[in-house]
């Protein structure tokens, strides 16, 4: 009994190992590097996943999202990191166009660099209402409902019939995690309903992250990689992935370098 313990906490060693220096998993890799069954390896991540040390994925595993402190806090983290992204982001925005900002601290960024256009936005994240209420150009809309402190958006019931009467042009998806495998995902599931609403009914899908969010996942999925129409990254972003996104015929825009 004490050897087989013993294999079991070494091959979770070495999986959280080669997670941290691959970026994902394989089982089908994992079972022939350790001479043991894809059955064995997919309980390994079962175990790891639910200890908060990977998100499972189909085949395998990538790292867990580290984005899931609450907005507060966000909101202090890589502020001018943010800012580049969001100078990015909005050379998507057009004069007259309908803007959905969901919620999250990047997507502040990307409300307060907005250019002095006549736009309606559209939000449900209270935080992103003050930042424009003072803009005489932008029609603003919000969308009431439950708010969730740690997300900083309202969700539930009302929110989501409010979000399935809007036809956005351009929907700011916030991301907890980005893969291109796995996706656009988030850590909340009311969250990743009400996203997956907007996404679905946009005329354009755009999400901006920091590179660290770039090859990890949450547990709930939002959107497929195929169903992004941008993506806003920093210049260190991991290439292998770009091109991946690319690949399924996302457009990709970098943050300039300052």
Known sequence: MALTHLLLKERHALIRQSLQTQGRV???DLAQQLNVS???IRRDLRDLAAAGLCQ????GALPISPTNAPLAERRMEAV????RLARAAVRLVTADSVLFID???TNLAIAEALPELPLTVITNAPTIAVALQERAAIELILIGGRVDRRSGASLGAAALRDAE?????LFFLGGCGIDAAAGVTCFNYEEAEFKRSLAAASR???VAVTSEK??????YSVLTAGHLTHLVVEQDADPEQLAAFASHGVQLLRADVE
């Open 165 to 169: 009467r809007l036809r956005p042009d």
């Open 214 to 219: 770039v090859g990890t996942a949450a547990p």
């Open 56 to 59: 499972r994925v189909y085949g």
């Open 103 to 105: 919620a999250g601290s």
């Open 38 to 40: 894809e059955d064995t």
């Open 80 to 83: 001018e990191r943010k800012a």
């Open 26 to 28: 394989l089982a089908q």
């Open 204 to 206: 354009a899908v755009a």
